[in-house]
């Protein structure tokens, strides 16, 4: 395989839980110095390639590559070089914040007594630092858990959902420390079921569903280029509202389909969206909703429609009444 330049690498990845595959033969190519976000729905495979990556588990086939070296099964001492916060972090409750981060630098690589107060600082949580940890809030657990990752200052840095029970303040102050890391050099690999954070935070995406990776690659290759404009218009246009529309579509893309449910399908820039109002008008024809979206941003709200946990919101946007 060809990984130079990449902090990770993941090739052909299988992991089973019993006889149901979590992951069906996952490649992922992280390149170094980026944040990378690895975005999927609820259930996709997030967690358990983040466990595989840092040896909680092991994979069924496949292989992983670590800042440029095979990671296997005894390889879990290389994890100084990594950071990672999985699922909630466990602290020890009774004790506060700064002892839990003193007793974690305690069992790893030296770490100088002045780095846990910066980190502190830094996560936002100096005031509190002298308190029981079984007093924090969620967020507040989630900020140390990012101190934590962060306590052997590593190359690379593994957050599965680390934006999870931030306030809004938190995510923004999150998203400003990852960016900072990646501009010194660190590579950020960072899980996601929210497109539109994903989409703020990161150079690099991979969208991961049922186990395999289905796009990847820099953010504004992605959201470049053509999207989707829908429309719906009465059934008896349906066939006019065709002919009027496909005179907007370049040579080579699809005509605009999808007529069962009245709503057309154009492939068209999204910003071409009133030029479809237009035509239609010029037809005579008058819709009665009207969608765009990204390629992306359609990809993604297929992938998770149905699954409830609301990850498109706020990243396609219906005008005019649609109700798709
Ligand atoms: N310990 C386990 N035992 C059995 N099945 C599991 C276990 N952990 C995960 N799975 C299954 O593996 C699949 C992937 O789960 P995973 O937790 O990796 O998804 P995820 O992308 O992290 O989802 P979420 O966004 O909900 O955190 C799911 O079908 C899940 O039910
Ligand atoms: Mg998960």
Redesign the pocket.
């Known amino acids: 395989m060809t990984t130079d330049g990449l902090a990770l690498a993941t090739r052909g990845l299988v992991?089973r839980?019993?006889t149901?595959?979590?992951?069906a033969g996952l490649d992922l190519s992280v390149p170094s110095g980026v944040v990378y976000g690895f975005l999927?729905?609820?259930?996709?495979?997030?967690?358990?390639?983040?466990?595989l990556l840092t040896g909680l588990?092991h994979p069924d086939a496949g292989s992983i590559e670590v800042l440029g070296r095979p990671f296997g099964r005894t390889d879990r001492h290389r994890l100084f070089e990594v950071g990672a916060l999985i699922?909630s972090p466990s602290f020890y409750p009774y004790l506060s914040g700064r002892e839990n981060l003193r007793a974690l630098a305690a069992t790893g690589a030296r770490v100088a007594a002045t780095r846990i107060e910066e980190l502190l600082e830094l996560v936002g949580l100096r005031e509190r630092a002298k308190d029981k940890v079984q007093t924090y809030s969620l967020g507040m657990k989630q900020r140390l858990g990012i101190a934590a990752a962060l306590l052997s200052d590593p190359r690379l840095l593994l957050l599965?959902?680390p934006a999870n029970g931030l306030d809004p303040a938190g995510i923004v102050a999150m998203r400003e420390t990852l960016r900072h890391l990646a501009s010194a050099g660190k590579t950020v690999f960072v899980?996601s079921?929210v497109l539109g954070e994903v989409q703020q935070l990161a150079d690099v995406i991979g969208i991961?569903a049922?186990?395999r990776l289905v796009r990847e690659g820099p953010i504004e290759h992605l959201l470049e280029g053509e999207g989707e404009v829908r429309v719906r218009v009465p059934a008896h246009d349906l066939d006019a509202a065709r002919a009027a529309l496909a005179a907007l579509v370049s040579d080579g893309d699809p005509a605009p389909s999808g007529a069962d449910d009245g709503w057309l399908t154009v492939r068209i820039e999204t910003n071409r969206a009133a030029e479809v109002n237009r035509a239609l008008v010029q037809a005579g024809i008058y819709a009665s909703g009207l969608e765009a979206g990204s390629d992306l941003e359609s990809l993604f709200l297929e992938l998770t429609r149905g699954d409830g946990?609301g990850g498109h919101e706020g990243t396609f946007f219906g005008v005019a009444g649609g109700s798709r």
């Open positions: 992991k839980y019993g149901r595959p979590a992951l999927g729905p609820n259930g996709a495979g997030k967690t358990t390639t983040m466990r588990i699922e599965d959902e899980s079921h991961i049922s186990g946990s």
